[in-house]
């Protein structure tokens, strides 16, 4: 990754956004923490579990529906492991929204002796969800409270400002800004952050993020390449039998769906550039199947 991708990925007001969370949290029941299904741990901010010590906690693998169904039940059975109660959902068709609110309830009643001695006994439960830009949060708050109360939008960072929703008679939930962290972990967490779009896409050059996915894709659901982009398994099979490189063979795959999409320039020359944006288009559509980039370390 080159030092492109340090550009735009810390803004300045996130500074301000992390110091007010932590204000916030003295208010706080619940904290829901709304991760992406394909990237559980790359999509999780290293900082939310420092400064959220002692509160209860529920994560949302949101976009469930796009990634491997086998995975989703791994991860699940990963975070409930690590006594973090998990559910599966997708905000784009309300799968698994009674069950986070059944799950906050839970928590809450779980622990009401707690919030008996605070006096908070026969008031509403409070939850902040908390989640990095683009991981779907304000779709799963506006399905959650049941209105259009978040502001969405499919560019990263597009809620701006605290706000107090009612959810039930029972829930008042406090949306926040999505929170970004100042330094990668690793590449790699930077380049899944791009594969799924979190990481605007005028930030890492495309072709490099659009190179690297497809590398995996073939490792991992190289049948999902074939069927989507209706390749030849001979020759799909004969490139991999090749005695080339990895990337060499990546990039000859590469070539050969800019073909099948007709994405040419002049002189019958593939388009990497847009081949490798119609790659990135297909897996955040969910063209492309359902695909988990990371899965449960055993």
Do not use: C
Not at 145 to 169: H, L
């Amino acid at each position: 990754m080159n030092n492109k991708s340090n550009i735009n990925w810390y803004p300045g007001h996130m500074a301000k956004t992390k110091k007010q969370i932590i204000e916030d949290l003295k208010l706080i029941d619940v904290v829901v923490e709304i991760l992406d299904a394909r990237i559980p741990i790359s999509s999780q901010n290293p900082d939310i579990g420092k400064y959220i010590q002692g509160k209860k906690r529920l994560v949302i693998l949101n976009k469930s529906d796009l990634s491997n169904e086998n995975e989703n039940k791994k991860w699940v059975k990963y975070f409930e492991e690590n006594n973090v109660p998990a559910v599966l959902a997708s905000s784009n068709n309300g799968n698994g929204i009674g069950e986070a609110l059944r799950k906050i309830e839970g928590i809450y009643n779980d622990n009401s002796e707690k919030f008996l001695n605070k006096g908070r006994i026969g008031k509403s439960i409070r939850i902040m969800v908390l989640g990095i830009p683009n991981v779907g949060k304000s779709s799963f708050i506006n399905r959650i409270s049941n209105k259009k109360s978040a502001e969405v939008g499919n560019k990263p960072g597009v809620t701006k400002q605290k706000q107090w929703i009612r959810v039930n008679q029972n829930i008042e939930l406090l949306d926040t800004p999505g929170v970004l962290w100042p330094k990668f972990e690793s590449e790699e967490v930077g380049l899944k952050l791009a594969y799924t779009g979190t990481i605007k896409d005028d930030v890492l050059e495309t072709i490099e993020v659009g190179f690297s996915l497809l590398k995996y894709l073939i490792q991992n659901y190289l049948e999902n390449i074939v069927v989507r982009y209706k390749l030849e398994d001979n020759k799909v099979k004969s490139i991999l039998e090749e005695d080339l490189t990895e990337n060499d063979k990546a990039l000859e795959i590469m070539d050969e769906i800019g073909r099948k999409r007709g994405a040419i320039i002049s002189g019958g020359i593939v388009d990497e550039d847009k081949t490798a944006r119609i790659l990135l288009d297909d897996f955040r559509s969910g063209k492309l199947g359902r695909i988990t980039l990371e899965t449960v370390k055993k």
